[in-house]
């Protein structure tokens, strides 16, 4: 059987088996006994007093939560819940609109600034992955806020002002980065140049057998640093010390992902900084 409908939530409604083309190789399938989903996690990390009073312990926590995991999640990170919830909200409604609204926004062309797809890459893969998703340009907003979807109704002012908290977030994470690794807080903003902004709206509808198939498989992101909203339903795995781990979702918090960018700049500056950031 293989898809019939170009986005994969309208096709996941029509059928109680996963389509041919979305089925893994046997070696290569979710292992969903040998997940971890115990005490273990990635780091929590408290933002409060960042530039304060608690400002060297912070930045030796994002030191330690990085080389050792790649990943952290922080609290306390100054975007409001109402500005977080409204983005969830025009998500859930977006993924909720007829077919032939969405369909307004696919394109199968990788190039688009804004485009509605599926999987990852359907011109190139062989095995396609059990999501949807909507990618944005965001920076500078008004190059790409006209090419968004008009509906929902409030969605480009809803999206834009997320958009916005998250750039300022991001640029203080960087800073924060940038000082664990005992450089200026401007370093690594310097070192990256010109830098752009995406955001990936990924709805991943429910599957009827998850042991074949994966929304994403495992990957690396190559970009500077991913912060990532998740709603409550736990998805995400950690890759640490050879064992997967769920990623349970915490309440007001966002997890952030160290990208391929930094790793490179950090290989590429090894002997001065001594250290490594794994992914």
Request: hydrophobic residues 35%.
């Amino acid at each position: 059987m293989a898809a019939t409908k170009p986005l994969l939530t309208d096709l996941a409604s029509t059928i109680d088996r996963v389509p041919s083309n979305f089925i893994r190789p046997i070696g290569d399938r979710p292992k969903l006994h040998q997940l971890h989903s115990s005490l273990a996690s990635i780091p929590i990390i408290d933002l409060q007093g960042l530039g304060g009073s608690n400002h060297s312990q912070i930045i030796q926590n994002i030191a330690h939560a990085c080389q050792t995991y790649g990943f952290f999640q922080i609290v306390n990170h100054g975007i409001q819940e109402e500005v977080v919830s409204k983005m969830v909200n025009v998500s859930k409604e977006f993924f909720g609109l007829p077919e032939s609204e969405r369909l307004k926004n696919f394109s199968d062309d990788p190039s688009k600034t804004t485009r509605l797809s599926t999987s990852f890459n359907v011109k190139t893969e062989k095995v396609s992955n059990w999501r949807d998703f909507l990618r944005l340009h965001c920076h500078p907003l008004e190059d790409y806020i006209q090419e968004w979807p008009g509906n929902p109704p409030s969605f480009r002012e809803d999206v834009a002002e997320y958009s916005r908290k998250m750039r300022g977030l991001s640029l203080k994470l960087l800073e924060a980065i940038s000082e664990s690794l005992g450089l200026e807080r401007d370093y690594i903003d310097k070192a990256l140049g010109k830098h752009g902004q995406h955001l990936a709206i990924n709805y991943y509808p429910p599957c009827p057998e998850p042991e074949l198939t994966y929304g994403l498989p495992a990957h690396a992101d190559p970009n500077a640093i991913t912060i990532l909203l998740q709603n409550e339903v736990p998805g995400l795995q950690v890759l640490y010390d050879g064992k997967w781990l769920t990623v349970n979702p915490v309440p007001n918090t966002f997890i952030v992902n160290i990208g391929d960018q930094i790793q490179v700049f950090c290989a590429l500056n090894f002997e001065i900084l001594n250290v490594n950031y794994v992914i």
